[in-house]
């Protein structure tokens, strides 16, 4: 295909891993002999979030369609030096991107702007996604409107990715031309008008991004201070006046959201639930649980 290697590869490019969490384990999968137009270079992978096949429009984007390959509990979180997309095919995916539900759905489209750091990652191993890695060159185009921090897509942008996906499945030549004004129209819609998002202090969407990744154990309000590098007690102050609680209230609240949703999709007891989302006193997760959603937990999972 004119313009349009396939590549076979594993991980995500443009991965960063912070080294203060948990070791990931780094690979790199070598293109050698890939014919590639002149002056692209080579996918480089690492961390093999996933594996798949990437297809490399005369663009320099780089769409990749994969599973996932390292479990969510041994993922550590990690920045992107790229802008990416992704887009959930299938699986229980969980993102920090901003306004949104954190366990995204089938069809779910996500912006991570260059630097994001964050945690995503699928539930369990069972599921596939599209991402889509934009080069600076490309950015550098709409200026600084790409830089706004990670985000949902609404409905249109979902449309436009789920067009690209399709085309991805037979890839054509004509698919070339058709992914790529898909993109340009997708990229125009997240570069639109403004929003809160800029409005909002760097270290608060920080704090919101790693709450959103903290689904397993509660969280440690100096840690967090430290993470942002702001006083503990300014930070308690703007983040009540932001979401009208605590931070520790708020990451309660959100595993309180993911347990929920687990109790109704999966067939893990609820004592391995309550664990899995950071409750090791199965007594206190069913009084919070009761607490949040009126019934327990056994009597949610039967009627929802």
Not at 82 to 110: F, M, N
Not at 223 to 229: G, K, M, P, V, Y
């Amino acid at each position: 295909m004119p313009g349009s290697p396939r590549l076979k590869c594993g991980g995500e490019q443009g991965l960063r891993v912070l080294t203060e969490d948990l070791p990931v384990r780094e690979e790199r999968t070598g293109t050698e002999g890939v014919a590639l137009p002149a002056g692209q270079l080579p996918a480089r992978r690492a961390g093999c979030a996933g594996t798949g096949e990437i297809l490399v429009l005369p663009s320099g984007v780089q769409l990749a369609r994969l599973v996932p390959t390292i479990p969510a509990r041994e993922l550590p979180r990690h920045s992107h030096e790229e802008a990416h997309l992704v887009l959930v095919l299938s699986g229980k995916y969980i993102t920090s991107a901003q306004r949104g539900p954190s366990a995204c759905p089938e069809g779910a489209l996500i912006y991570n702007a260059p630097g994001t750091t964050h945690r995503d990652r699928f539930h369990d191993l069972e599921g596939e996604f599209v991402t889509m890695m934009i080069p600076e060159s490309l950015r550098l185009q709409w200026g600084d409107r790409l830089d706004r921090g990670a985000r949902h897509v609404g409905r249109t942008g979902q449309a436009l990715a789920s067009g690209i996906a399709t085309a991805m499945m037979s890839w054509q030549d004509d698919d070339v031309s058709l992914a790529q004004v898909l993109l340009d129209e997708l990229l125009a819609g997240i570069s639109g008008p403004e929003d809160d998002v800029r409005r909002t202090p760097g270290w608060m969407l920080l704090a919101e991004a790693y709450l959103r990744d903290l689904h397993d154990r509660p969280a440690d309000m100096a840690r967090l201070a430290s993470i942002c590098d702001v006083h503990p007690v300014h930070l308690a102050r703007v983040f009540r006046m932001r979401h009208g609680c605590t931070p520790v209230e708020y990451s309660r609240k959100l595993r309180l959201e993911r347990a929920a949703a687990e109790l109704l999709r999966g067939s893990d007891s609820i004592a391995e639930v309550a664990s899995a989302f950071g409750f090791s006193d199965q007594s206190h997760f069913h009084r919070l649980f009761k607490r949040a959603y009126g019934r327990s937990p056994s009597l949610y999972r039967r009627f929802g």
